[in-house]
């Protein structure tokens, strides 16, 4: 299996302990995202470490204050960098007021570019914002790999994600009791369109929850992705790594 988004300078315990952790769980790759450019030195320094760890550069919403041409230079040195294999996390949050939304969407739309510009795909976080952050996609994106991290999606919009070829990736808040309606659209998502992600530190899924999260625990979320789908846990991992494959080239 494979965690497609983690925070491993966030986690503790140190990325050592949790490589060795996930590759004892059978998980074999981790993409390490960046959201700032201390968040961002250390995803590179992670990859550069940890042959099972890759890179994904960019500037989360909440910390998009400020975002000027500087900050997208910075980003578009480290997109050069051969472990770096995403751009973002970037998008939208309208959850927390901790970066103007005009400063959020400049951030975001910079990132389009930085990806389209470098050939890699776009890491987007949304928290509600939906209907901007997909808006804003829709009409600046086209080309553009996309993936909707922590997918959170009600099932009457999955239908408009798949027709844009967006890839859904789910967290461990799949496998909580009341989120009924994303497993109801995680059974709507085509294969070729599945991830499976941590979200480490965070998100924990349901066996562990409460504790902070890691990339080991990615499988507990996959194991759920495949019953709700009504597949084996190795028709799942098979999907998953093979689109993980294709997106970030390892």
């Not at 992670?46 to 975002?67: K, T």
């Not at 990132?111 to 795909?121: D, F, K, M, N």
């Not at 789908?229 to 799942?236: C, F, P, Q, T």
Request: hydrophobic letters at 45%; aromatic letters at 4%.
């Amino acid at each position: 299996m494979v965690d497609t988004h983690a925070h491993l300078s966030a986690c503790d315990p140190p990325g050592e302990e949790l490589v060795a952790a996930a590759r004892d769980a059978d998980v074999r790759r981790i993409l390490d995202i960046g959201m700032d450019e201390e968040g961002n030195r250390a995803a590179v320094a992670a990859a550069e470490a940890h042959d099972e760890v890759l890179a994904s550069v960019g500037r989360h919403p909440n910390s998009a204050a400020g975002f000027d041409d500087r900050a997208a230079e910075a980003i578009e040195a480290l997109a050069t960098h051969d472990r770096v294999r995403a751009i973002g996390e970037t998008g939208l949050d309208y959850y927390r007021d901790r970066a103007p939304r005009s400063d959020q969407e400049r951030a975001f739309r910079t990132q389009i570019e930085i990806a389209r510009s470098a050939g890699l795909p776009l890491v987007i976080h949304t928290r509600d914002a939906l209907d901007d952050t997909l808006s804003l996609l829709g009409a600046e994106a086209e080309g553009v790999p996309v993936v909707l991290h922590c997918f959170s999606a009600p099932p009457d919009r999955v239908a408009e994600v798949v027709e844009q070829g967006w890839h859904c990736s789910f967290a461990g808040n799949l496998t909580y009791r009341k989120s009924d309606g994303l497993r109801e659209a995680a059974a709507m998502v085509p294969d070729e369109l599945l991830l499976v992600e941590t979200d480490a530190p965070f998100l924990a899924p349901q066996p562990v929850r409460g504790k902070p999260n890691q990339p080991a625990n990615v499988v507990a979320t996959a194991q759920a992705l495949a019953d709700v789908r009504g597949i084996s846990y190795a028709e799942l991992e098979r999907a998953v790594e093979a689109n993980a494959a294709r997106l970030f080239g390892w």
